[in-house]
Structure formats: C-alpha cells, structure tokens
C-alpha cells in the first residue's frame, strides 16, 4: 500500500545551493524494499534587469540601426540556470517590430553579464520608438523593463 512520510530540520546553518534528501525504506530484517532521492533548493534565485540603454536616443534621417544594451544581474543567494533574456522593440502605436531572445546557461550570486543588440532598421522610419526587456526564470517572468519613447527627427517635419 501508499504510505507517507514527512520531517523537518532547521536549515539556517546550510549555505545556499542544491541539496538532496534520501529516503530507504527497510524491512524488519534490513532488506532494502524502496529508495527515493529527492532534490531541493536552499536559497532565492534572483535576477533582474539591472539597466538598459537605447541609443541613439533620437533618429536622424540617416539612421541605419539602434543598439540595445542590458545588464543581468543575480540578486540571488543561488544560481540561477536556464535563463532567457527576452528584448523587444515596439513602434509607437504598440507594434513590436524586433525581437530577440538569449538563453542564458548559468549566472552565479552577484555576477552581472552584459549583453548587446543592434537592431537594423532596414530603412524603417519609425515616429517613435520603445525598448523592452525581461528575464525568465524558474517558472517566473520578471516585470519588463522599459526605456523611454525614442522619438524621430522627421516626426517634426
């Protein structure tokens, strides 16, 4: 039949990271009849969009791309893998035009990486423009970070 089993610990003296638990179950004679191995986390994985920066921050006339750069950081206390950095440019009437995913194997606690886009225009001459960027992680989205509105010269003429 199905039986249950359930126990605690104080883990406040174990450092952060992965951790496994073993359970055997024996007979009253030792002869082993079951054994599962458990896995689980001690510690907050955390990431966050630390900046972003668009430039240039108007487009002129001869205007061939945009650059995107972001900064990831792990607030965290464990690390995080397979993380997907999502970036996202929209038109000012909310169409995104450009989108642009990394994954991202591992980010140890405290380490920030950077990452760089060049988005070509092909002679798109866009009024305005936004840049936006989430990570995602462990089952969870953070909130998007976004930049300001990036506004054309020829939206003036």
């Known amino acids: 039949g199905k039986a249950s089993f359930t126990t605690t610990w104080d883990a406040t003296a174990s450092e952060p990271g992965l951790y496994y638990v073993e359970t055997t179950l024996r007979d009253p004679a030792g002869i082993l009849r079951a054994r599962r191995m458990d896995g689980f986390r001690i ?42 950095l999502v970036r996202q440019v ?20 405290v380490e920030t990486v950077h990452f760089s886009d060049s988005v070509d225009l092909n002679d798109r001459r866009e009024p305005a423009y936004r840049v936006m960027a989430y990570l995602a992680y462990d089952s969870l989205t953070t909130a998007p970070v976004r930049s300001e509105e990036h506004t054309s010269e020829l939206q003036s003429h």
């Open 43 to 84: 510690g907050q994985a955390s990431l966050d969009v630390a900046s972003l920066s668009v430039t240039p921050n108007s487009l002129a006339s001869d205007t061939q791309a945009i650059d995107i750069g972001i900064r990831v950081r792990n607030t965290g206390a464990v690390d995080v893998n397979d993380a997907r």
């Open 90 to 109: 929209f038109r000012s009437d909310g169409q995104r035009v450009f989108e642009s995913t990394t994954e991202m194997a591992s980010l140890g606690p």
